[in-house]
């Protein structure tokens, strides 16, 4: 690859710094850049240092070890606006959104890499554990799973367009966590032994409580806890505190375990059911976004994940009417509307888009 | 990379004949000023040297002068200062909305310890409302403090008429005069405020030296307690080198003040009538006459400041943003939000600030970048079509 211009997201930890590190060592001409988020939304415990003004000071000490130019940008509006604001709107509606997949569409690839290529560069590059081939010719872009299985987070990119794509690089794609380390030390970054963050950088324990009281404490309204037959159990805190799935904190003293299986957000009802009822067949998917090939005609047989590093379940995926329909062969744990299910061939990510509905299968286990 | 210094406004550097006047100070003549033997009093005769050069560049008495720290402490030291001993008399005080946060921050401070602050408003190029300042005096009125020329936009503000008007009422008047002196005559006679605050570095001497003029009769009280250094008005060891940095800076910019003001203002008027002829839809943001000669803040419509800079600053052109915040934030600087620039284009703010070193070429060279940098910026530019991207 020639010697091109690149901004690097850097974040200060051991990730977004190697990948900067990589560039420059590869020749490129690397401009180091920091997204100053929202005040508050500094993560804290592990993953103190990730996007929180302590990580800018990290991220510039080792913009001044490599000796490359680093620029904080003020991202709290952008962030705010993009990210926190869709965030909130989608606890509003009872689901569990991914704030992530957003960041990365709307900010990292969407308004960086715009100044990106305004600035003249070439390529936004982040330390995100993905591949991405160029094809040359102006041919689409694939992106691939991160060689590391225990690391890729190909997942959180599916919503990239092959014009975002064509103008991503992740240096860290056909590495794993071991080996960045390693460079690491070898280049005696002094983030060399700063323990890791998820790509999450703010939704923490407990954190996204803070963050929905502040910003849409209507989600934390109190209101009914029901049984699917309409029949109410108890109270709960505001469906915002409540994910479709979850077991625990729901107060309620029953005969067998209960799980939230649905939140009904015009009501304000979060409904529980038995383990039985929390298995599905179908997903509906919205906001489909096909990377690997046009929209296809007639459904293909695919691996889908609806969780970052969950397993993937094999699955027809059926285009209809806009939407997808995701046909597991075997009965699938429920997944909360919001979340992405991002479907797989091998290592290639195919296309991906946000559980919007779910058909539920009445079965023992 | 050819380097384009154009942050002026910000630092500036230390001009030779200053180093070589300091240098002294930090060896040979290193003595504490209080101290009594030879060494304490070389030290005590380059500072009372030093304070007689500065009264005289402002047209003070010797006994007006007090060393500090810079412009912040010269800020904090004058408000606080004179707020604090006249708080039996009243707690109102009086600034406008575009001074520097040196001051500004001051003022809210107060708020905190029950003073009243009145921020009057500016007009679209800059100037503070004096019709405001009628209308805001009252009983308790204890202090008035206006800025003698903003650093984001170089406007000039009308003092005489404000300190003519403070005399009138008998409040006292402090200026933050950190960007206007060295830049423009200031006496303090002419100017006929109480206080006025100034820093070296703005003027190509040291960071870290300032002074505040403190006019005979002004009551004020000080900040820090200790020895009996600047009449215990500011105790601590002088710093002699700064000092007499600050000193000999003053007087070699007094020296050629006309004729660097003609030059600079024609590098200006170069950079900003180039901008005119060659870049579509900008705006200057200030006033087109009473301003400094060495500031041109102009807003790129549909182009991000931020964005700007970097770019610049790729080319090695160094500006600084007249906008606070960027990346599609709505927030513009609390100057042009006064000014009340419309917020994009206060988004797309840059500062151009002048300084000895820049020449024809350098402001050719920004333009000739500018007339490259700014278009393909406003293609790619997320302002340009809010609302675009799902």
Not at chain 2, 126 to 133: C, E, Q
Request: glycine share 10%; aromatic share 6%.
């Amino acid at each position: 690859m020639a010697v091109e211009r690149v901004v690097v997201a850097m974040s200060g930890g051991v990730d977004s710094s190697v990948a900067a590190a990589l560039l420059h060592e590869r020749g490129h001409e690397v401009i180091g850049v920091g997204l100053r988020l929202p005040e508050g939304l500094r993560a804290t415990g592990a993953r103190a240092g990730c996007c929180g003004m302590a990580g800018m000071e990290d991220a510039r000490a080792v913009a001044a070890r490599i000796d490359i130019p680093f620029y904080v940008l003020d991202y709290r509006e952008a962030f705010a606006r993009e990210v926190i604001a869709p965030f909130c709107e989608a606890y509003r509606n009872g689901e569990t959104p991914n704030p992530c997949v957003l960041c990365n569409v709307r900010l990292k690839f969407g308004l960086l890499l715009d100044m990106a290529l305004g600035l003249g560069a070439g390529y936004v590059a982040t330390g995100h554990y993905a591949r991405v081939e160029h094809e040359s010719g102006g041919g689409r872009p694939t992106l691939r799973k991160g060689l590391d299985p225990e690391h890729d987070q190909s997942y959180f990119l599916y919503s990239l367009t092959p014009r975002q794509l064509a103008h991503t690089l992740f240096p860290l794609g056909t590495l794993h966590k071991g080996e960045v380390r390693e460079i690491a030390r070898r280049l005696g970054l002094p983030v060399a032994e700063k323990p890791s963050s998820q790509d999450i950088c703010f939704v923490g324990s407990g954190g996204y409580r803070e963050l929905l009281a502040k910003h849409c404490p209507d989600s934390l309204r109190p209101g009914p806890i029901a049984d699917s037959t309409g029949r109410v159990l108890g109270r709960h805190h505001g469906i915002g505190a409540y994910t479709v799935g979850q077991r625990r904190g729901l107060g309620i003293a029953a005969g067998e375990p209960l799980y939230v299986t649905r939140l009904d957000a015009p009501s304000n009802t979060i409904v529980v059911g038995t383990k039985n009822e929390t298995y599905v067949r179908t997903l509906v998917v919205r906001s489909v976004n096909w990377l690997a090939c046009d929209p296809p005609a007639a459904p293909l047989h695919l691996s889908v994940a609806t969780r970052y590093r969950g397993s993937e379940r094999a699955a027809d995926v059926v285009p209809d009417n806009g939407l997808v329909s995701i046909r597991f062969s075997r009965p699938h744990p429920i997944v909360a509307p919001g979340q992405a299910a991002v479907f797989y061939s091998g290592d290639l990510l195919v296309g991906g888009g946000v559980v919007t509905a779910y058909t539920q299968c009445e079965m023992a286990l | 990379m050819r380097r384009v210094y154009l942050d002026n406004a910000a630092t500036s550097p230390v001009r030779r004949e200053v180093v070589e006047a300091m240098l002294p100070h930090f060896s040979e003549t290193m003595g504490n000023a209080s101290s009594l033997h030879m060494f304490g009093q070389r030290a005590k005769r380059a500072l009372e040297k030093a304070r007689q050069s500065v009264a005289s560049a402002l047209g003070a008495d010797l006994k007006e002068i007090y060393f500090t720290s810079g412009g912040t402490e010269s800020n904090n030291l004058a408000i606080k200062g004179v707020a604090r001993v006249n708080s039996d008399r009243g707690r109102h005080l009086i600034t406008s909305a575009i001074e520097h946060h040196a001051v500004l921050n001051t003022f809210r401070h107060l708020e905190t310890e029950g003073y009243q602050v009145t921020y009057l408003p500016v007009d679209d190029q800059g100037i503070v409302d004096l019709n405001a300042l009628e209308h805001s005096i009252r009983d308790d009125t204890i202090l008035i403090s206006i800025m003698l020329a903003n650093n984001e936009v170089g406007t000039i503000e009308p003092l005489f008429e404000i300190a003519a008007f403070a005399r009138r009422k008998g409040i006292p008047l402090h200026t933050d005069a950190v960007q206007a002196v060295g830049k423009m005559p200031v006496s303090v006679d002419d100017l006929g405020v109480n206080l006025l605050s100034l820093t070296a570095h703005k003027f190509y001497g040291p960071k870290g030296a300032g002074a505040l003029y403190v006019g005979h009769g002004t009551r004020i009280a000080p900040l820090l307690h200790g020895g009996h250094q600047e009449r215990t008005m500011r105790p601590g060891t002088e710093n002699i080198p700064g000092i007499v940095g600050l000193a000999t800076a003053l007087d070699l910019a007094c020296h050629d003040l006309d004729s660097e003001w003609a030059r600079l203002a024609g590098l200006r008027n170069r950079l900003e009538n180039g901008i005119r002829g060659r870049i579509q839809d900008i705006h200057l943001n200030g006033h087109p006459e009473s301003r400094l000669p060495n500031i041109l803040n102009m807003s790129f419509a549909r182009a991000e400041g931020e964005s700007l800079l970097l770019a610049l600053d790729l080319r090695g052109i160094a500006v600084s943003t007249g906008s606070a915040c960027a990346a599609g934030s709505t927030e513009p600087s609390h100057v042009l939000q006064a000014m009340g620039v419309d917020s994009l284009l206060a988004q797309g703010s840059l500062r151009f600030s002048l300084g000895r070193d820049n020449d024809e070429d350098d402001i050719d060279y920004v333009l000739d970048a500018l007339a490259e940098i700014v278009p393909r910026l406003r293609e790619l530019s997320p302002v340009y079509d809010p609302g675009a991207r799902t």
